[in-house]
């Protein structure tokens, strides 16, 4: 998805200053750079080395076994493991030698299924290498294709069944065709659980020598929300700074405020009046590098947890978020978005 390719490229950015300019003026070092990041370095090569996603790692896993399966399709939300288990069970299939069985593509790459096409037919024209059964093509963000598209995609899958298998990623299963659901197997893919973020976040630094303390470890967990490459990300910007990890570290570069700061915003619209909130206001988004849109977002997130306040007045910031949030992402001025919700604030809480 574009957002993920932008982001992963300003990270990258940040993280090799130098190799990243590198990388603009030669796309030689590009195989090499980019094998740097940490979100490739430790991504599972067996399927048996996914974390969490029990119920579709279990079938999965009987899949390498026979080393035989339908058409696959994984949904589910980003960083969560699909196409790391897309490449886990080729390999486990075919072993070291399993490029040459597979075809990767990216639909929102190639939204002219004229090249899918394309390069289907060529890469379907030689049989299977090592006398296998069949040969893999993987269709990453298979939902950036129009309803047109997938029709002609499923006709695709239907021409060449004999020797191919397809495997399609999405974030939302609903927007895939049902004439394409009902030809795959369908594995969903959770975003992963706390222990297990916090479990791979350490076992990352440990091999990569940094010291991760435990409540960045947490943050850590906190921030990615389940997912795993925010998370590893996130762990590899902060690294860039300070081999020793501290939790302050985490929230400054990963653009997310910690609870207590929210709180005490929150706290100051009640104690302090607005200029006193509004100045709290402004130091937080500077300090973390919040837009106003992570702000109204991680309120948002927070405010369930803000034990100072009663139900009553929760449910009503909430309606005030949801407004301001809307107002922002339609254009509003950001400033004035801001002080408006921190007004209605002071005047409902003082
Ligand atoms: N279930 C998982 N187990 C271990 N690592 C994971 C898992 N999910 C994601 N990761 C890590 O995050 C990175 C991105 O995961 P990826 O499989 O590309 O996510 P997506 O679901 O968006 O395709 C991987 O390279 C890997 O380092
Ligand atoms: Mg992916």
């Known amino acids: 998805m574009n957002y993920e390719t932008s982001q992963s ?40 080395e996914i974390r969490g996603q029990h119920a579709v790692v279990e079938r999965l896993a009987v899949y390498s076994a026979k080393k035989e399966f339908p058409h696959l399709l994984f949904a589910g939300p980003p960083g969560t493991g ?22 990767e593509m990216n639909a929102s790459d190639e939204r002219k299924l004229e090249s899918i ?43 060449y069944a004999e020797t191919c298998r397809f495997i399609l990623s999405c974030n939302y299963s ?59 990300t996130a762990l590899q910007v902060s690294s860039a700074i300070n081999m020793h990890i501290t939790r302050d570290l985490i929230y400054e570069t990963s653009a997310t405020a910690p609870p207590e700061a929210l709180h005490q915003y929150l706290m100051a619209c009640r104690e302090d009046g607005f200029h006193a909130a509004r100045r709290r206001l402004r130091e937080l988004l500077d300090r973390y590098g919040l837009a106003g849109t992570d702000f109204v977002n991680q309120l948002h997130r927070e ?19 949801a407004e301001v949030e809307y107002r922002l992402v339609e254009g509003g001025g950001e400033q004035i978005q801001l002080d408006a919700l921190t007004a209605r604030l002071v005047t409902h809480l003082r």
Request: hydrophobic share 40%; aromatic share 8%; glycine share 4%.
């Open 117 to 159: 096409r394309t390069k289907v037919k060529q890469f379907a024209r030689t049989s299977p290498y090592g006398g296998a059964q069949f040969k893999i093509i993987f269709l990453d963000e298979a939902d950036a294709l129009t309803n047109d598209a997938q029709g002609a995609l499923r006709r695709i899958m239907e021409q």
């Open 174 to 232: 609903s927007k895939i065709i049902e004439p394409i659901q009902s030809r795959c197997a369908v594995f969903r893919f959770r975003p992963l659980s706390d222990a297990d973020v916090n479990a791979q976040v350490h076992h990352v630094a440990k091999i990569e020598g940094v010291t991760l303390d435990d409540d960045a470890g947490e943050a850590l967990t906190r921030i990615s929300q389940g997912d795993l490459r925010k998370a590893l």
């Open 82 to 103: 699909k196409t790391t288990a897309a490449m886990a069970l080729t390999k486990d299939v075919f072993g070291e030698e399993y490029r040459r069985n597979l075809l």
């Open 9 to 48: 490229h300003t990270i990258f950015a940040v993280v090799f200053p130098s190799l990243s300019v590198r990388m603009l003026k030669g796309a030689r070092h590009q195989d090499q750079s980019m094998s740097e990041l940490w979100v490739e370095r430790h991504r599972p090569q067996a399927v048996s």
């Open 303 to 321: 405010l369930y947890t803000a034990d100072f306040l009663n139900e009553d007045t929760k449910l009503d910031i909430t309606e005030w978020m």
